[in-house]
């Protein structure tokens, strides 16, 4: 367990390291709930997210006679940034093991910041995986492992980012939201509010992929989820620490979970409206504002945009996934007759005249009477859907519309 006085103390180490990342109000959300809404902005550290607090904390307090034999991490992008910061300052090696599917961007972060000092090795689909293979590297060469999240020193570190947020307030806030993957961002903030304001109301938000915390909140202990999405790679473990879920619970905290579609939207949201790059777990806490999470007109809530490092080749997805939870996105099978003037008389008749079609192909070209199309169609209100399935209705058109879940909609989304 640790205490409000290690996080403190990690504060102190910090000084100098660490970005004090400014807390801004943010006029959208503040205008839409009535509140006051802050911003803590940990995208804006050094590596662009609130990770190298844990991990420069943990390694500043490796013992020297460790030190020459190096150290390994697994991460999905962000803790490893954090290590690699540290490592080319305190002059340690380190190995550090990604999925496959870390994005560019993150890993090119890494070999930049970390320099000699960071080998990067990439290993599996998911960062479980990567954490297996840096758990078998440790045990092989006597390296020291650091944790992403399961450690006091990485939690303790982590935990400075609710201490700053009151330092900077001048005043506990009514509310802290903060994403939650591992949990030692929530863990690390829920214990050092616990001992200086218990009041605080701190939530935490993951993805509704991947809800590891929740999960091991209602079994107990912590616990392997089995299905999975890891689309919100910075938050997307399929399990939380056991040092962090007894500290989360034993807190009063509440953890919800985030549609990664409303996500998607609310990082589209930040970037339009606030100028904020954000990645998909630095918006999640946003996200999670209104039905989720309602807020109390008149209220200061605190929202942790965690990190900022989003590949720009993912911004095609990310519009993809809003539009479709906005219901403004739909994709339909069209049996189109083999004839002269079909898709015209498709365009006349059904669709509307803010209907727009964005993606177009057959699916099977061949000699007989009619051929299956792929139709994407973006509509300029959702309320424009109900009437254009009535058009398709009355049609005399074969149409299929493809539901967001279905088998046959993952082939085309």
């Not at 844990?54 to 390994?72: K, M």
């Not at 947020?165 to 009514?174: C, F, R, S, T």
């Not at 690390?188 to 109301?201: D, N």
């Not at 009063?252 to 998607?264: A, I, M, N, P």
Request: net charge negative; with cysteine; hydrophobic share 45%.
């Amino acid at each position: 367990m640790i205490t409000a006085a290690d996080i403190d103390a990690a504060a102190a180490r910090l000084a100098g390291v660490a970005v004090r990342t400014p807390l801004h109000l943010s006029d959208r959300l503040s205008a839409r709930f009535g509140a006051d809404i802050w911003l803590k902005r940990e995208d804006l550290q050094p590596v662009r997210s609130y990770k190298v607090r844990g991990a420069y904390n943990f390694l500043v307090q490796l013992p020297v006679e460790l030190r020459p034999r190096g150290v390994v991490c697994a991460s999905a992008g962000n803790h490893a940034q954090g290590v690699a910061f540290a490592c080319a300052r305190l002059g340690i090696h380190a190995r550090v093991y990604l999925p496959r599917t870390t994005p560019r961007q993150k890993r090119d972060r890494i070999a930049a910041l970390g320099g000699d000092a960071v080998d990067v090795r990439l290993v599996g689909d998911t960062y479980d995986e990567a954490a297996a293979a840096a758990i078998a590297d440790a045990a092989e060469t006597g390296a020291t492992l650091v944790p992403a999240f399961d450690a006091p020193g990485i939690v303790a570190g982590q935990g400075t980012v609710a201490r700053e947020i009151v330092e900077q307030l001048g005043a506990a806030p009514d509310a802290l939201v903060v994403p939650v993957g591992g949990g030692g961002l929530i863990a690390g903030c829920a214990t050092w509010l616990a001992e200086h304001a218990p009041r605080v109301r701190v939530v935490g938000v993951e993805p509704a992929g991947a809800p590891s915390m929740r999960a091991a909140l209602e079994a107990g202990g912590a616990t392997t989820l089995h299905e999975f999405d890891g689309f919100v790679d910075g938050a997307a473990v399929r399990r939380v620490g056991d040092l962090t879920h007894s500290l989360v619970a034993r807190a009063d905290v509440d953890v919800v979970t985030v549609d990664e579609g409303r996500l998607c939207s609310e990082i589209l949201g930040l970037y339009q409206s606030d100028g904020i790059i954000a990645e998909p777990a630095g918006a999640l806490a946003t996200a999670a504002l209104g039905d989720t999470v309602p807020v109390v007109p008149g209220s200061t809530v605190v929202c942790v945009i965690s990190g900022g490092n989003n590949d720009v080749s993912r911004y095609g997805e990310i519009l993809e996934r809003s539009l479709v939870y906005e219901g403004l996105k739909h994709y339909f099978l069209v049996e189109f007759p083999q004839e002269p003037g079909a898709l015209r008389r498709f365009l006349d008749e059904v669709l509307g005249p803010d209907d727009d079609i964005t993606r177009f192909e057959y699916v099977k070209r061949n000699n007989r009477e009619s051929g299956p199309a792929l139709v994407g169609v973006e509509l300029a209100n959702a309320a424009d859907l109900p009437p254009l399935l009535a058009r398709i209705e009355a049609s005399p058109l074969v149409v299929q519309h493809l539901e967001p879940g279905s088998p046959l909609y993952s082939f085309v989304s």
